[in-house]
């Protein structure tokens, strides 16, 4: 539709000569205007387009309107088409009726009775085109609106697909971040593994270079006091590659901890006499611990032995001397990213070199160490971090170069007050004497083993009988061997470990006191511990052995009193 054919006057008049005559009127006005002979070419000329129509009504006497019905009604929203109509004088009431309907069908009509003046006329078709311009202001308006709607949908759909290209972006950063990350991850967890088992290897093939090569020389050496001073060197090796693996398993979180309620002053003003023989003499402790310092609830042992570690870490800190402080605060609900509760907060200070950031982002690492070669294992600090988590808490380390170290763990409060004991580190083991006890069931798989315990079990005055599985321990009872105590391995081959055993063994014969032995097992040692089984881990002394076994004959006394005063 054009604006020269949006401002024409369409005329539909084709009795007599009203349709040219109206025509010519309107052109000496200057108004555009087309004659429009049948009703047909007016709908066609409306279709391309025009400002008014104006119209002689008896033209549409006996015409079927249907097209212009339906033109009028498909007109866009912003388009009403003006119809100016010159009508007769007559009155009729059928005439009028069909008026009526055709003002209706044409809905924006003006009425203009004969005789009309041509100003008269002129002028209705002039006021019926300004009508129509302000219907084209409004078309105007509205396509305005809906080109800024297209364009705005255009840069929200562009912006749509920027955001979407940089969402994919930014996954495709994120996944390869998380890649690399993992990568990473492997490639240290690699290297933690490799400097784990290297330094392994390294400990404990000097521990058994000590006991292979001792053993070889005790057949060469014929002197009492030398032969006395390699067996004392081969029970140091033992006793550290025994230290190891303990400090492995606490780094690992796999040590079995026995936690109870624990006052920390008391326990540590127990350890005075312990740390002064472990320190220098230019080295002293001192402690800080208020009345109102809270039980915590930890191993009172491998809390003695952090101590310990912690205090030679401090003093070797200090080449020439220092003090050592050993402070305990209460933190009341704490809540941080790691740890949530009351907490005792129990600080290892000292005034030695320091570290710097370097060397703190590595300090929890196994095998690591700054020591000189020989003087340090690098796994005290490993083993600090293992107990700390696996008692529920945590460790932090604060540090810097010149200005000394602080160390400290994070041990959650004990709501049950401590039984007054003090658990001390037992440096000497008196030996048990050779007297008759019974006769013990070994069920033991590894041979070697089995002849060692065996020996023992036999200086301790016990019989021994050796059964190589659970199986065959089971074989023994049932044959009616005499049996006092079964001591037994719990990792066995055959498919019953010594939980097992000792759960079949109740079943038939309950009055037999049972011990368990195991070097590492979690999952089986947590079964027995629920269990209430008694536990003598690996390696131990033969004093240790002795009072693991009198303990359990001693608990199965106490349980079979009280089932004989419970009959009564």
């Given at each position: 539709?054009?604006?020269?054919?949006?401002?024409?006057?369409?005329?539909?008049?084709?009795?007599?000569?009203?349709?040219?005559?109206?025509?010519?009127?309107?052109?000496s006005?200057?108004?555009?205007?087309?004659?429009?002979?049948?009703?047909?070419?007016?709908?066609s000329?409306?279709t391309?387009g025009?400002?008014v129509?104006?119209?002689?009504?008896?033209?549409?006497f006996?015409?079927d309107?249907?097209?212009?019905?339906?033109?009028?009604?498909?007109?866009?929203?912003?388009?009403?088409?003006?119809?100016?109509v010159l009508?007769?004088?007559?009155?009729q009431?059928?005439?009028?009726?069909w008026r009526?309907?055709?003002?209706?069908?044409?809905r924006?009509?003006s009425?203009l009775e004969?005789p009309?003046?041509?100003?008269t006329?002129t002028?209705?078709?002039?006021?019926?085109?300004?009508?129509?311009?302000?219907?084209?202001?409004?078309?105007?308006?509205?396509?305005?609106?809906?080109?800024?709607?297209?364009?705005?949908?255009?840069?929200?759909?562009?912006?749509?697909?920027?955001?979407?290209d940089?969402?994919?972006?930014?996954?495709?950063?994120?996944?390869?971040?998380a890649?690399?990350?993992?990568?990473l991850?492997?490639?240290?967890?690699?290297?933690?593994i490799?400097?784990l088992?290297?330094?392994?290897?390294?400990?404990?093939?000097?521990?058994?270079?000590?006991i292979?090569?001792?053993?070889?020389?005790?057949?060469?050496?014929?002197?009492?006091?030398?032969r006395?001073?390699?067996?004392?060197?081969?029970v140091q090796?033992?006793?550290r590659?025994?230290?190891?693996?303990?400090q492995?398993?606490?780094f690992?979180r796999?040590q079995?901890?026995?936690?109870?309620p624990?006052?920390v002053?008391?326990?540590?003003?127990g350890?005075?006499e312990?740390?002064?023989?472990?320190?220098?003499?230019d080295?002293?402790?001192?402690f800080?611990f208020?009345?109102?310092?809270?039980?915590?609830?930890?191993?009172?042992?491998?809390?003695e032995?952090?101590i310990?570690?912690?205090?030679?870490?401090?003093r070797?800190?200090?080449p020439?001397?220092?003090?050592?402080?050993?402070?305990?605060?209460?933190?009341?609900?704490?809540?941080?990213?790691?740890?949530?509760?009351d907490?005792?907060?129990?600080?290892?200070?000292?005034?030695g070199v320091?570290?710097?950031?370097?060397?703190?982002?590595?300090?929890?690492?196994?095998?690591?160490?700054?020591?000189?070669?020989?003087?340090?294992s690098?796994?005290?600090?490993?083993?600090?971090?293992?107990?700390?988590?696996?008692?529920?808490?945590?460790?932090?380390?604060?540090?810097?170069?010149?200005?000394g170290?602080s160390?400290?763990?994070?041990?959650?409060r004990s709501?049950?007050?401590?039984?007054g004991?003090?658990?001390?580190?037992?440096?000497?083991m008196?030996?048990?004497?050779?007297?008759?006890?019974?006769r013990i069931?070994?069920?033991?798989?590894?041979?070697?083993?089995?002849?060692?315990?065996?020996?023992?079990l036999?200086?301790?005055?016990?019989?021994?009988?050796?059964?190589?599985?659970?199986?065959a321990?089971?074989?023994?009872l049932a044959?009616?061997?005499?049996?006092?105590?079964i001591?037994s391995?719990?990792?066995?081959?055959?498919?019953?470990?010594?939980?097992?055993?000792?759960?079949?063994?109740?079943?038939?014969r309950?009055d037999?006191?049972v011990?368990?032995?195991?070097?590492?097992?979690?999952?089986?040692?947590?079964?027995?511990e629920?269990?209430?089984?008694?536990?003598?881990?690996?390696?131990?002394?033969?004093e240790?052995?002795?009072?693991?076994?009198?303990?359990?004959?001693?608990?199965?006394?106490?349980e079979?009193?009280?089932?004989?005063?419970?009959?009564?």
């Open positions: 539709m054009s604006a020269d054919r949006d401002q024409q006057v369409l005329v539909f008049a084709p009795i007599g000569r009203d349709g040219p005559a109206s025509a010519e009127l309107f052109r006005a200057n108004l555009p205007a087309i004659n429009c002979r049948s009703l047909n070419d007016l709908v000329e409306m391309a025009a400002g129509v104006f119209l002689a009504e008896e033209g549409l006996g015409q309107t249907a097209s212009l019905e339906q033109w009028i009604a498909s007109q866009p929203p912003w388009s009403d088409l003006p119809f100016v009508t007769s004088h007559r009155e009431p059928a005439v009028v009726a009526r309907g055709i003002v209706a069908l044409l924006n009509v009425l004969r009309v003046q041509p100003m006329l002028s209705a078709i002039q006021s019926a085109m300004r009508a129509r311009r302000r219907q084209y202001e409004i078309r105007a308006l509205l396509e305005a609106r809906e080109q800024t709607a297209q364009q705005l949908e255009k840069l929200v759909v562009e912006r749509t697909r920027a955001l979407a940089a969402n994919e972006q930014l996954r495709l950063e994120m996944n390869e971040r890649r690399v990350e993992e990568t991850r492997q490639a240290q967890k690699i290297e933690a490799g400097q088992t290297g330094g392994v290897a390294h400990d404990f093939n000097n521990l058994l270079m000590v292979s090569g001792g053993l070889d020389m005790l057949d060469r050496q014929k002197d009492p006091n030398r006395r001073r390699l067996m004392d060197g081969m090796a033992a006793q590659g025994a230290s190891l693996t303990k492995l398993l606490a690992s796999r079995t901890l026995r936690p109870e624990v006052d002053a008391s326990q540590m003003g350890m005075r312990l740390l002064d023989r472990s320190l220098r003499g080295v002293h402790v001192e800080e208020p009345d109102t310092l809270w039980p915590v609830e930890v191993d009172p042992g491998e809390l032995l952090v310990l570690n912690l205090a030679v870490n401090a070797d800190a200090m020439n001397g220092g003090t050592i402080l050993v402070r305990g605060e209460n933190l009341p609900d704490l809540n941080d990213e790691q740890i949530a509760g907490f005792v907060r129990l600080s290892v200070i000292d005034t320091g570290m710097g950031p370097e060397i703190l982002s590595r300090v929890f690492e196994p095998f690591f160490t700054t020591k000189e070669v020989g003087k340090g690098g796994l005290g600090l490993a083993q600090v971090h293992g107990f700390a988590t696996q008692s529920r808490g945590t460790v932090r380390i604060r540090s810097e170069l010149g200005q170290t160390i400290e763990l994070y041990l959650p709501l049950t007050v401590p039984s004991e003090r658990h001390l580190i037992d440096l000497h008196a030996r048990p004497k050779k007297s008759t006890h019974g069931l070994l069920v033991e798989d590894d041979d070697e083993v089995a002849a060692l315990v065996s020996e023992m036999g200086q301790l005055g016990y019989e021994v009988t050796r059964a190589a599985s659970a199986a321990a089971l074989g023994a044959d009616g061997r005499a049996v006092d105590l001591f391995d719990i990792m066995m081959p055959g498919g019953m470990n010594g939980v097992e055993l000792v759960q079949e063994i109740k079943r038939r309950s037999i006191p011990l368990l032995t195991s070097g590492y097992s979690e999952a089986a040692v947590h079964e027995a629920l269990a209430g089984i008694r536990i003598l881990p690996k390696p131990y002394h033969i240790e052995l002795a009072a693991a076994l009198n303990a359990v004959k001693s608990e199965l006394g106490l079979t009193e009280s089932r004989r005063s419970n009959r009564r």
